[in-house]
């Protein structure tokens, strides 16, 4: 486990953290933004001292540990991390995803955000008086998060633009004004999502299609195919995918299975297809899984 500082700029093709040096807002420790446009590797266990940290899901999945529960997160969610609360992904690698987070520092009350008083006191006690753990927001919140990534983001290479700086204010302003007045709640799930959610689970080792899928949900695969997506972030077939996976690493854990017999027992045409496909998700091959679990099973 590691204290996670974020202090400095760092920038890489997949990642960005705005450190507060280069946001000057006081109470925003740091804005970062995410895409992985592939499996990456998990996410190690760290904190962030005097810190809360919002991350907002855009786009795709990821899923995060906290106190040993794991929480999944598709676009429109927002998970909560308190001050100094030990989080990451678990054994579970960073999933193909966009997202941004917001790391407010507790200990800055006054002036928070960039606000007088007494404003600056009452959006203090609102944000850091966040009890939710992982909530689903509106549309129109979630499109101030995107735009504020995108104003963000641009201090990179203008740091000096006045403009772009006060509008990022101004949506970040906007973003947690709506969340906490928003009444947010859990994520809503239409009757067809939820129904094949539940059918993939029971044949998810037969070879799906989302017209069979949506056959036994009783809708047309049209219909099942835009309220899937609306629900889940995802395509039916790359929710299929995720869950043939999920079952593939139990599977793995048994040494007395190879992968063909694996990659068969799911419905994948042949192992190296079954073996590409891992590698993509997972971000790396299933040999190299089972090698990490057997390692972790001896130390444990």
């Not at 593939?248 to 042949?270: K, P």
């Not at 998700?281 to 190299?288: K, L, S, T």
Request: hydrophobic share 35%; proline share 4%; glycine share 8%.
């Amino acid at each position: 486990m590691k204290e996670s500082r974020d202090e400095i700029l760092l920038k890489t093709e997949e990642y960005l953290i705005l450190p507060a040096s280069y946001l000057q807002l006081p109470g925003l420790h740091a804005f970062g933004y995410a895409k992985f446009n592939e499996a990456n590797t998990p996410l190690e266990d760290h904190y962030h001292p005097g810190c809360m940290e919002f991350t907002v899901m855009l786009g795709g999945s990821q899923t995060y540990e906290v106190s040993g529960k794991k929480y999944t997160l598709l676009p429109g969610d927002v998970f909560t991390n308190l001050a100094g609360e030990i989080h990451g992904t678990g054994d579970e690698p960073q999933g193909i995803s966009e997202f941004c987070f917001l790391e407010i520092d507790v200990r800055k009350k006054s002036g928070f955000l960039g606000l007088t008083a007494p404003w600056d006191q009452w959006m203090y006690a609102a944000v850091t008086g966040w009890n939710q753990r992982l909530v689903q927001i509106p549309e129109s919140c979630l499109e101030l998060a995107q735009k504020a990534s995108r104003c963000f983001s641009a201090l990179v290479e203008e740091p000096d633009n006045i403009r772009m700086r006060l509008q990022g204010q101004s949506l970040i302003l906007a973003f947690f004004n709506q969340l906490v007045s928003s009444g947010a709640g859990t994520r809503q799930l239409a009757r067809e999502t939820q129904e094949a959610m539940d059918y993939i689970g029971l044949h998810v080792a037969e070879q799906l299609e989302p017209e069979q899928i949506a056959a036994a949900v009783g809708v047309s695969s049209a219909t099942l195919k835009r309220r899937f997506k609306e629900d889940m972030g995802m395509s039916i077939r790359d929710y299929v995918t995720r869950r043939k996976l999920q079952q593939s690493r139990v599977m793995l854990q048994d040494n007395a299975m190879s992968m063909t017999e694996i990659s068969y027992a799911l419905g994948f045409s042949d192992s190296s297809y079954f073996s590409a496909v891992f590698r993509q998700y997972m971000g790396c091959a299933p040999r190299e899984y089972r090698r990490q679990r057997i390692r972790q099973q001896m130390v444990g």
